[in-house]
């Protein structure tokens, strides 16, 4: 099995989600401001990495965990779908891909957060925000891990694509 969690650009939700999947993050409260920002390539990435999947580890099972940034290109992830399919297929594999979107947890705060530490490289106003969405969602990034990690042993498919609608923030 490989997990891929995927979101705008790759360094928020997703790095979250890889930390709480590899269970290095509590799973019982609030994260700590320390927590977040100690959290492996949480807001460390920059637009230039889009497209880039970086690996995070494996979990208890011995699957690999890895996140990557798409920006605007919904797209991208259905095309790494039918490559992954084509290669599975090619080299005759038994392999279960995992692409796990965490875009529907980003609340308004880390959303501008983003904007200004990643785009705009103004710290001083981006990464409070930012600290400030983390905690209002990472008790929703832990659920969708759960539900992505649950979905993974029951699926049957070779490549799933959850999109997590439910985890609207």
Do not use: W
């Not at 360094?11 to 959290?39: D, G, S, V």
């Not at 990557?68 to 992954?84: N, T």
């Amino acid at each position: 099995m490989i997990y891929i969690y995927n979101d705008f650009g790759g360094t928020h939700t997703t790095a979250l989600a890889a930390a709480y999947h590899l269970r290095r993050l509590p799973e019982n409260r609030e994260l700590t401001k320390e927590e977040i920002l100690q959290t492996d390539y949480f807001n460390a990435l920059a637009p230039t990495d889009a497209g880039k999947i970086f690996f995070h580890g494996k979990d208890e099972q011995d699957n690999p965990v890895y996140t990557i940034g798409r920006r605007r290109d919904k797209h991208l992830i259905h095309g790494l779908k039918d490559l992954s399919l084509l290669l599975l297929d090619r080299f005759d594999q038994d392999e279960k891909i995992i692409f796990s979107n965490t875009s529907p947890t980003v609340p308004f705060a880390m959303t501008m957060g983003g904007f200004f530490s990643r785009e705009l490289n103004i710290d001083s106003i981006g990464v409070p925000l930012l600290v400030k969405g983390a905690k209002q969602c990472c008790l929703d990034i832990l659920k969708l891990v759960e539900n992505t990690k649950k979905v993974a042993e029951t699926t049957n498919l070779k490549v799933t694509i959850l999109e997590n609608k439910r985890f609207q923030a």
